[in-house]
């Protein structure tokens, strides 16, 4: 188990949380994914698992470790976040934003090594973005801008990555290319959350499921969660 959370409540304000006393865990090497209705909570979950938002009351931990008390180099070492937030730079290229994933291992001046190319360009190899790369983010489409965000998540190197609606944008036959990208990167021990509406995909490639309604998270398989599901 690496991430795990106790009596965690969250939301942006303590007088109206948004989920209350929540127990779940994330299990390593797994595509767990996060289903739900739209306004229950899903990305106010990320949001708090990995830092961005304060949790009202209760503990996040990252194997032992409390994640409230990880510094950010810490946290940039252990999350890679991709959110549907968009991207307003008009000068970023594909492989500018791609290299952005090894800015926790660059040092002060942020240069590259070797090394570091080498990681972004298998990044971009896997998420079929390469002839893309001196392209101005604002010139591709959103399916590609998508793809270039999840090349920069795993060029961040990451145990755990944490994707908020990563098959937004994405035509049907991309949607299950990048649910068996995210299968095989589990299989090779990542440990991958992500929130989804795609529920025919979660049926048929999540390995483990985080169900949130009515304030509560029902965790399990797909058949545990069946209910949830068509």
Known sequence: MV????NLTI?????????QNLEFHLPESSLT????DNG????????????AIRPISGDIFIGLMLAQKMSAAEKSRTFSLVLTDRIQDDLVTVHDLVSMGRM?????????????????????????ISHLQDRYITEISDGQRQRALIAKAIAQQTPIMILDEPTAFLDYKSRIELMLLLRDLAA???SILITTHDLDLVKKYADWIWAIEDGKITEGTAKDCEAFLP
Not at 3 to 6: F, I, P, Q, T, W
Not at 11 to 19: E, H, N, R, T
Not at 45 to 51: D, E, K, S
Request: aromatic share 8%; net charge neutral.
């Open 33 to 36: 994914c996060i289903i739900g």
């Open 3 to 6: 991430l795990s959370a106790h």
């Open 188 to 190: 090779n021990g990542k």
């Open 11 to 19: 939301g942006y304000q303590a007088q109206s949380p948004v989920l």
């Open 40 to 51: 229950v909570g899903k990305s106010t979950l990320l949001r708090t698992i990995t830092g």
């Open 104 to 128: 926790p291992y660059t040092g002060f001046f942020g240069r590259l090594s070797d090394a570091d190319e080498e990681t972004v360009a298998s990044a971009m190899e896997q998420l079929k």
